[in-house]
């Protein structure tokens, strides 16, 4: 999709598709929308590729009605069992790069009307967004949206799974930990973890990656200790992989 996907989520939003939540809140004079996909079967992707940007993807609609891109974060992921009905390749042939998936909750970062704000990818505040804002966005050294437009993070517990009743009381107990996973920078290239420069900020790791040169290798590396493993292929995308 060319750099205009804000273009295209708007005009999918405002022509009526369906298959996607939209968030909205006032900034300003405009309207900042934040956009989720709710479709669990790959088809509608593959019908109608800009679903797979509603996913925290998010906007600015100032009051003269011009498009503006704030969040760009993943697309969607593609599980292993997806991907070659997807993508139409053998999903061993493109791996570029995997790192650990973590079990845990998907923040995303951008710097928005002078301000660092943080939301998950479906709404704009809840539990999760309150203990990042809280515990973590103060330790991001802001000069870093000089070059990035989105940061994401993961925010877990380690050890336990989000669907774990305990979840939510550990993070506000403050054993939760946040790691980077990708940046996006202002021309919209998805940058890996480890090549990210954030500056001054502490106490925010960085996915750990993982030695594998397929998907399919990446079953002898699990152990149930976490979700699975983000894999990007040579053409700088992700997908799922799990084990």
Known sequence: MCMCWWKAVYDAYAGGV????VRRMDVGSGEWLLFNYKISSVKPF???PVLAYMR??????????????VDQPFTKFFNVFEW??????NRSTCVDAVYVKYDGTLIICSMFFGEVRCHTRGVFRNVFSEVFNDRFKPLIDKRVFDQYRTLLFELFVPGIPATDRRHHRYLQEGQGKAVLLAARTWDGELVKPDEVDLGRTTGIGVAERVDADSVDGLKRL????????VVWNKQRSIGYGEG
Do not use: C, W
């Open 18 to 21: 369906t298959g996607f939540t």
């Open 46 to 48: 593959m019908k109608n």
């Open 56 to 69: 925290g993807h998010s906007i600015y609609v100032d009051r003269t009605g011009a498009v503006i891109p």
């Open 84 to 89: 070659d009905e997807m993508l139409g390749k």
């Open 222 to 229: 699990f152990t149930g200790e976490f979700e699975g493993f």
